[in-house]
């Protein structure tokens, strides 16, 4: 869930969580698009991060905070019914497929309905095609992918993590749709729908002023 | 029992079987050299003085607790305001009249064993804990009392408000024994959800400040509702462990290679990663607190991670992570595993599990188990025959893939054996140093005599050589000046009177 946490100063500025899930099958590159993304290196011998299974990156747009915890994902078949457990509770999904496999295109068509299933319309869908670099061995094409895309609701993205193409604004744009879904649902807490469940979910919204004065011993035992 | 073996002995003086009290009956080894009557006294006095001092504990505790609560009594009730601020806690409030007296009794029935062991015998005799391990236990929890109080001592005001709704809710819990577990879980995230609302409000929106307070009091709280809420007896939390273990010990056949796991575990630092990433998954069991068992979890996946870096060259990914997580578990066989899920799901505070890397690790963890509950022939890429072979035990698909690929099958060999083996060597080498080091020791040795010996004769051959003269000692310096006598005589001093 977004979960959101004041500021500090006295104005209240945000701070968003999202968690976002990594799909895709073993070869398409998953892996090299966020450590291209979040240590900016490609197949490089001095990767520093021990692991590329939870990566995390802080950004700020707009003037808000906002903080993104990849969560890779087995990708393998055998593994395939347990995507439910990994992605319960995500404001966003990376679906990564290789241009040049038409088969991990397939998988990724497969995971897109899952998560539409469990997750309805909550959820921001990227759908990427990596490794544009090899364009000349293309198998997917750029009409029947961007159609299907469209076809779903999700939005889709041409990336190189070898040349670090296309990345950048991927992320950025997921995170800027996830904050409007935020967003979305925090007006409808204001209007008092569903106000336990949006707080189970994680979403808090946090409002200094009102209560301030009432808070005991708020304004003299801490600095 | 121990001193058994002392008795063995062929020779057993008249005296040390008489009681070490020297009342003139016979000592028991097992009453530790005593007679029946004297050990008696003696375990009666060293209980008696036991008693007194969890009693002084006790009273110590309850100072302190009273202390708190009239404090924050003193501090809260005449001022309207914090009423509404403890609104999210007014369902409490009912029971502060007769807050004193309940405190009494509580801190009593926590120091009678008899009342701690009753509800569990009802129900499951053999699950009585034996005195020493619920002793510890207390031990344990007085212990976590305490740090959490001196904690809250820095919060001055709100630390012994906190205190007191710490309190209030855990002794509500114990009067919601009979309710389901989600229930349980149910009350206690609520109360996270509530106390860190508040929390939150107080300290301006700093959410770090609220973090590290938060997972004081989930620490304090679990701490004390451990032994009730884990593994309660409305689930059958205790029947999964067991249907888990069998099932883990039932796949005991299942290989690295099947699992397609990216370990070589003949690199020692990788087996050594392998060891330590077991033992931490076990470890978890022993934690109560649901944060520190996430820890344990996170602690085995860095595990994991290094060996995979270790033997790959190139960070893990999750294709990499959860096959490898799979093959700890299969290996571990971690003690009641889904207790301990089920625990750490319902009561850990949930900022750690939805969104941080605790949390990440956890999910795979879950992910592991759920794969091993549903693991079949296709999963591990076998044929159905196969799959039932190996489970029923009438094949071992080890010696099987021995013969298959006999030729490279270093890998298959057991990585102990082959350890063994490095390790023999090495003893063999360090045997072959220290006689060489022996040897050259040795040589020294008689160089070092020769050395002294040629000394010596060398010394003596040049006293030989040159012997010692002796000389006549030297007379007095103007002994030969014969002119002496030819000087004229000193002069002597001369007296003039005037």
Known sequence: GARLGGGSGCCVSFCYSFKVVLLGEGCVGKTSLVLRYCENKFNDKHITTLQASFLTKKLNITGKRVNLAIWDTAGQERFHALGPIYYRDSNGAILVYDVTDEDSFQKVKNWVKELRKMLGNEICLCIVGNKIDLEKERHVSVEEAEGYAESVGAKHYHTSAKLNKGIEELFLDLCKRMMETAQAEERMKGNGASQFGAARRGVQIVDDEPQAATAAGGCCSSG | ?498
């Open chain 2, 1 to 498: 029992m121990s001193q058994r073996s002392e008795r063995r002995g062929i020779h057993v003086d008249q005296s040390e079987l008489l009681c070490k009290k020297g009342c003139g009956y016979y000592g028991n080894a097992a009453w530790q050299g005593l007679c029946s009557k004297c050990w008696r006294e003696e375990y009666q006095r060293a209980r008696q003085k036991q008693i007194q001092e969890d009693w002084a504990l006790a009273e110590k505790l309850q100072r302190e607790e009273e202390e708190a609560a009239y404090a924050s009594n003193q501090g809260t009730q005449p001022t309207p305001p914090n009423q509404s601020a403890l609104a999210p806690f007014s369902k409490f409030e009912e029971k502060k009249t007769n807050e004193k007296t309940r405190k009494v009794t509580t801190v009593k029935k926590f120091f009678s064993p008899s009342s701690r062991t009753t509800p569990k015998k009802e129900s499951h005799e053999s699950k009585t804990p034996s005195p020493s391990i619920s002793r510890q236990s207390s031990i344990e929890t007085d212990r976590v009392s305490r740090d959490f109080v001196d904690f809250l001592k820095s919060l001055q005001k709100l630390g012994r408000e906190i205190h007191k709704q710490c309190r209030v809710f855990i002794e509500s819990m114990a009067s919601k024994k009979d309710l389901s577990a989600d229930e349980l879980s149910e009350y206690v995230q609520d109360f996270y959800q509530n106390m860190s609302d508040r929390l939150l409000t107080h300290f301006k929106g700093s959410s770090e400040r609220v973090e590290c307070v938060m997972d004081q009091v989930e620490k304090y709280i679990m701490t004390r509702l451990y032994k009730s809420v884990f593994c309660p007896e409305t689930t059958d939390d205790e029947k999964k462990d067991l249907a888990t273990q069998n099932r883990i010990r039932a796949l005991h056949w299942v290989t690295i290679q099947m699992l397609c796991v990216p370990l070589d575990e003949d690199i020692p630092e990788v087996s050594d990663s392998v060891v330590k990433a077991i033992t931490d998954v076990i470890e978890m069991d022993s934690k109560r607190v649901p944060r520190d068992k996430l820890a344990c979890i996170t602690s085995c996946s860095k595990h994991i991670f290094n060996a995979i870096r270790v033997t790959k060259r190139e960070p893990a990914s999750a294709d990499d992570f959860l096959p490898t997580l799979i093959y700890i578990v299969l290996k571990a066989n971690p003690p009641r595993l889904q207790s301990n899920i089920q625990y750490i799901t319902r009561f850990c505070n949930p900022s750690r599990l939805m969104t941080g890397e605790d949390g990440y690790y956890f999910t795979n963890l879950c992910c592991a188990v759920a794969f091993i509950e549903k693991l079949d022939a296709q999963s591990l890429n076998l044929s159905p025959e196969d799959f039932e072979h190996y489970m029923s035990g009438l094949a071992s698909p080890s010696r099987v893939e021995e013969k298959s690929t006999w030729p490279q099958s270093s890998s298959l060999v057991s990585p102990g054996l082959t350890q063994m083996y490095h390790n023999l060597e090495l003893l063999t080498g360090l045997g072959e140093r220290q006689q060489q080091v022996l040897d050259g020791a040795r040589g020294l040795q008689a160089e070092m005599e020769e050395w002294q010996e040629s000394v010596k004769q060398q010394v003596h051959g040049i006293v030989e050589r040159y012997p010692l003269e002796v000389r006549p000692p030297a007379l007095p310096i103007d002994s030969e000046n014969t002119e002496n006598d030819r000087l004229p005589p000193p002069l002597t001093p001369q007296v003039f009177a005037g």
